[in-house]
């Protein structure tokens, strides 16, 4: 048995830095990008729709501001996150972030997503990249030859602040704050990936120093990625943190998979969320279907690094030297036509030693195919203690490639800093999912 996809869109109004849209305050809000997803009466009410998108924002304000991001089905609400944007005092610094949800059995009909943005201290601008994708996929079995092999989501809390906070425990004691079951059949023979993502939003309640957080997936109990992001009692009080990760060649049978919070140091921090868990299941060893629309052309990851290693560091370089960390490629079939997406998702941890916001570097991180670059997003780094840890997510799109084997690349390079440019510790993660749309 497998599982179908119904439908793919995706709308990439920037793929590089290069609007200056000012972000309106709240309760006014700026409208990023829509996409539309069809629901066939055949999947009705037996569906999901994975919502991901990345918005580059500028602040000019030379201090820390905080937005809201939301993501609206047919004019209703269904997502939401708080985002805390830093900023040193001395430069105005750019940031991408990253966020996915899910959205469960859906009518049968034409969809409309769209993501928006609004301020509610933050003073700035979208400056790109803005990327948006819908991917739809039914839920109930089919036996067609499919290399999608299995669909499967948790989403706790769809947004911030309607359920009771969750308190995250000092480490070595860990929360677990999603989970899932995937069940891989005996047909795929154990050569397939299995990709998968998670945004979590947490909030520093207790200023009595800098919090540390590690979050952890484990398959059927053993840990395989782990990353950390750092919340500064001062500027940096909430964060929404989004990351990816593949598992390779699971063996057939049913396997669970769980995500975890725990904290290093004093303070008190809570998942106040959106809590968002997916995976989705791809077997490598089914072609395509000639003439067929909405069916994965190719799937390949690249994942150097699935957990931190402080040990083994790579110096970021200063621009215009940069430093690819990882690399994939895809071939879309003769057999198919131009109407076709790649997904590509990178996730690249970070480590930045520093005392103080005096010190910071501003990062660029790109995405090349066969050589040419085709997207860029800007991360900054500011550190808040010794030690400071930042988790970045990024996607794009690129639409109607010819039929070719195609290698993308992804790089991070520092355009500006003060002190040092920062380290990548991992994990590091690359994805490019390719999918026939006609």
Known sequence: MARKILDYAASVPLSVQTGAIPVPTTPARLQLASVGIFIPPS?????????????GLENTNMDQGTLRFRIFRDGGEIFNALQDVQSSAFVSLDTAFTFDTVDFNLSKSFHIYFVTVESIDFVGNVIGPITLSALAIGTADTRSKNPLLNYQASVPQSV??????????TSP?????????????PSSKGNNRVQLKATIGIQLIATVSN?????????DGGEIFNTQATLEFFSFERLSIAFHTIDFNVSPGFHVYSLTAEEIGPSTTQVIGPIVFSGIVIDMDTNPIANQNNQILDYNASVPRSVQVPGSRLTIPSSPDRLQVAGTGVYLPSTSTRANRVQLQGTIGCLFEGSSNVTYSQLLIRIFRDGGEIFNAPYSLIPVGLNNFFTISIQTIDFNLNSLFHVYSMTIESLDFVGTPGLVVGPITFSALAISVD
């Open 43 to 55: 999947h009705a009410g037996a569906n999901r729709v994975e919502i991901t998108a990345t918005v």
């Open 160 to 169: 911030e602040g309607v359920a009771s906070p969750v308190d995250i425990p």
């Open 173 to 185: 004691a860990r929360v677990q704050i999603a989970g899932l079951g995937i069940f891989i059949p």
């Open 211 to 219: 919090a540390v957080h590690t979050f952890r997936i484990f398959r």
